[in-house]
């Protein structure tokens, strides 16, 4: 699985071409991980994802980081009708038996002052099952994001978390069955619970059926 990032749109055929290079070489199945399209230069307008899904077995769409960790406000890593509509973009150019559908494993705590400034670290499933704990009003279910969402107020600063779980990333696996894709993939292991995976599996189990 191949995987360059932050490439200089400028270098997108030298890409393409490294690839062709590296697939002519090897017998193995190849992959290749290429975020959901966008107008951004070097993180997305950098794959010529048509000539990429022509070359490899698999091209594996990044469906995650919807709000980057620099983002200057705070939101989901991978709200659900975010990841629908760029499974549709991606098909545009990648055949769906050769999509893969990238879910993240992770979410992020958001923290915001009161002038302004918004920052935000990765956080596992298990450091959100602690923090929950400090909301006031619990998890709430928003079905329109296809996630839990909770914040809390600490030492004067807000934190907010979209969080991500068995049942978001169910709804997610779901779309695999529904656009007839290749499968899925995650990042980042060992940030997840084990209770995902039983959900994932019969997930991804009724699409090969």
């Known amino acids: 699985n191949i995987d360059f990032e932050n490439v200089n749109e400028a270098d997108r055929d030298k890409l ?8 002519s070489k090897i017998t193995g199945t190849i992959s290749i991980d ?18 990429l899904a022509d070359t490899v077995d698999y091209v594996m769409v990044m469906a995650y980081d919807e709000h980057v960790r620099l983002s200057p406000v705070s939101g989901s890593v991978a709200s659900l009708p975010w990841v629908e509509n760029g499974i549709k973009k991606s098909l ?11 879910m993240p494993l992770y979410m992020r ?10 920052s935000a670290k990765t956080l596992s499933m298990q450091e959100s099952e602690k ?3 400090l909301s006031p009003g619990g998890r709430i279910w928003n079905p329109d ?5 909770y914040d809390y107020i600490k030492d004067g600063k ?12 169910a709804l997610k696996a779901s779309l695999i069955s529904r656009y007839d894709l290749a499968g899925g993939a995650f990042w980042r292991k060992g940030l997840e619970d084990e209770s995902v995976w039983p959900v994932i599996a019969a997930e991804i189990s009724n699409a090969e059926r």
Not at 43 to 48: A, F, K, L
Not at 109 to 118: A, I, N, R, S
């Open 16 to 23: 393409t071409s490294f690839i062709k290079d590296i697939k």
């Open 92 to 102: 545009e150019y990648i055949p769906h038996d050769k999509l893969v559908l990238g």
């Open 109 to 118: 705590l958001w923290t915001e002052t009161t002038d302004g400034t918004v």
């Open 34 to 51: 290429v975020t959901i399209p966008s107008n951004s230069s070097n993180w997305s307008r950098c794959y010529d994802r048509k000539a």
């Open 131 to 133: 923090l929950a704990a």
């Open 145 to 149: 994001l296809g996630q839990y969402y």
């Open 158 to 169: 807000m934190y907010r978390v979209w969080e991500e779980d068995a049942r978001s990333l």
